[in-house]
């Protein structure tokens, strides 16, 4: 059975099994808009774009490593003195899956459209915090959006085996008017790796407004 996440819950992670969990995945998955004409006559679909990231923190918590979208443009991230996205971490335990631009088009197939895979056995030594978060690069609030979620599993881009833990994002009054999410954060605790569940959503305009609010409010 998936936790659904609160608002500071700390979880252990470890399998039904009891076995650790240290191989899972990340992802985000979400609709399109559907919109019927006047009368009920033809519908209509509007493209929606989210951007699920994350973000590492040292021991000192400096940024030392990133995953998010290589499509935002170099000038962009140059004002807030982000660098260029890309979609493995530097010591490539954590994958993206790429840049899922309209969302699921013909209703919710199951699976997410952006996935970020995540190997802890092969995470920097240097790495103590790994951030992950949602932005909506579009107009819309998270409640706009068609059953707009994040979640933790164990399984493959392809085929989820076990949810692990889960927000869903559309179904929760707090996250109208919300633009980006802070889901939660791995973290090192005495030689093993913990989960914090944060759940902080907020109007950022885009997503270094979010990495910035991350290393000065949650490092």
């Not at 490593?65 to 003195?81: M, N, Q, T, V």
């Not at 609030?141 to 979620?149: G, K, T």
């Not at 989960?195 to 910035?212: H, K, L, M, Q, W």
Request: with cysteine.
């Amino acid at each position: 059975m998936a936790i659904r996440l609160e608002k500071g819950q700390r979880i252990n992670l470890e399998k039904s099994s009891g076995s650790k969990l240290t191989q899972f995945c990340v992802g985000c998955n979400w609709g399109a808009i559907v919109k019927s004409g006047l009368f009920g006559l033809g519908k209509t679909t509007r493209d929606v774009d989210l951007d699920l990231s994350c973000v590492m923190l040292d021991a000192n918590g400096k940024l030392c490593d990133h995953i998010y979208s290589p499509l935002y443009r170099k000038e962009f991230l140059a004002k807030y003195g982000m660098p260029l996205g890309k979609v493995d971490s530097l010591d490539r335990a954590l994958h993206h899956s790429g840049d899922d631009l309209k969302g699921d088009q013909g209703g919710d197939d199951g699976l997410d459209n952006e996935i970020i895979t995540v190997d802890l056995n092969r995470v920097s030594p240097k790495v103590e915090q790994i951030f992950f978060f949602l932005n909506n690069c579009g107009q819309e609030d998270f409640s706009q959006i068609p059953y707009a979620s994040i979640r933790m599993y164990e399984g493959t881009p392809e085929r989820v085996k076990e949810v692990f833990a889960q927000y869903d994002v559309a179904a929760e009054p707090q996250y109208a008017g919300k633009t980006a999410l802070i889901m939660g954060k791995l973290y090192r605790r005495n030689g093993e790796w913990k989960f914090s569940a944060i759940g902080e959503a907020y109007p950022d305009a885009n997503i270094c407004e979010t990495i910035r609010r991350i290393t000065t409010q949650y490092k």
